[in-house]
């Protein structure tokens, strides 16, 4: 099993300001590494796949970098819209999920 | 546009079998383009992949889960379905489906999401 391990748990950020979340996996993943956001009660949204490359319809505020086994989510303008849980998938075998970031208004 | 939607009962008593559908609209589950999967999340906690299904029947599991876990699809129904057996507390979570449209494979991100549905075991 691959596992993959997200830092901080918990980011403290002010609105307008810029957040960066960091995902590790145990082995290499190349990029095959995805970002979801989930909001309270509500079910996951695909940011981020191909490590680097937004989803229909993702703001471009949201970008995404790394591979092997070092990836970053950058949201460059924090909106009130945006404070929610952030979790990192890797798919390069069978998919498993690291245990979050939530990042709260500060 | 291709949308999914679980549906099922929200208690079951523990050792028996949680049983989900996931009703796709908009779409047709014999795509060939597609991977249907379930994953789950315990209350408060982080998002756990449980399986994966091709409309071919073809299945790929959790390997933590495999021996307790049954994906089926149904093309007459454009739907599929989750069975988990021998279910005790820690499986008590909001049970999504989702869909992989990249046809790159079955591993991949999930791009459309079920609402999800909790699911409680409990006698």
Not at chain 1, 54 to 74: D, H
Request: with cysteine.
């Amino acid at each position: 099993e691959i596992v993959m391990t997200q830092f901080p748990a918990t980011l403290s950020v002010s609105p307008g300001e810029r957040a960066t979340l960091s995902c590790r996996a145990s082995q290499s993943v190349t990029s095959n590494l995805a970002w979801y956001q989930q909001r309270p009660g509500q079910a996951p949204r695909l940011l981020i796949y191909g490590a680097s490359t937004r989803a229909t319809g993702i703001p471009a505020r949201f970008s995404g970098s790394g591979s092997g086994t070092e990836f970053t989510l950058t949201i460059s303008t924090l909106q009130s819209e945006d404070f929610a849980v952030y979790y990192c998938q890797q798919y390069n075998k069978w998919p498993t999920f690291g245990q979050g970031t939530k990042v709260e208004i500060k | 546009q291709l949308q999914v939607q679980e549906s099922g009962p929200g208690l079951v008593k523990p050792s028996e079998t949680l049983s989900l559908t996931c009703i796709v609209s908009g779409g047709s589950i014999s795509s060939y383009t597609y991977y249907w999967g379930w994953i789950r999340q315990p209350p408060g906690k982080g998002l756990e992949y449980i399986g994966t299904i091709y409309y071919s029947g073809t299945t790929y599991y959790n390997p933590s889960l495999k021996s307790r876990v049954s994906i089926s699809v149904d093309t007459s129904k454009n739907q599929f379905s989750l069975h988990l057996s021998s279910v005790t507390a820690a499986d008590t979570a909001v049970y999504y489906c989702a869909v992989n449209t990249a046809a790159t494979g079955p591993n991949d991100a999930f791009d459309i999401w079920g609402q999800g549905t909790m699911v409680t075991v409990s006698s």
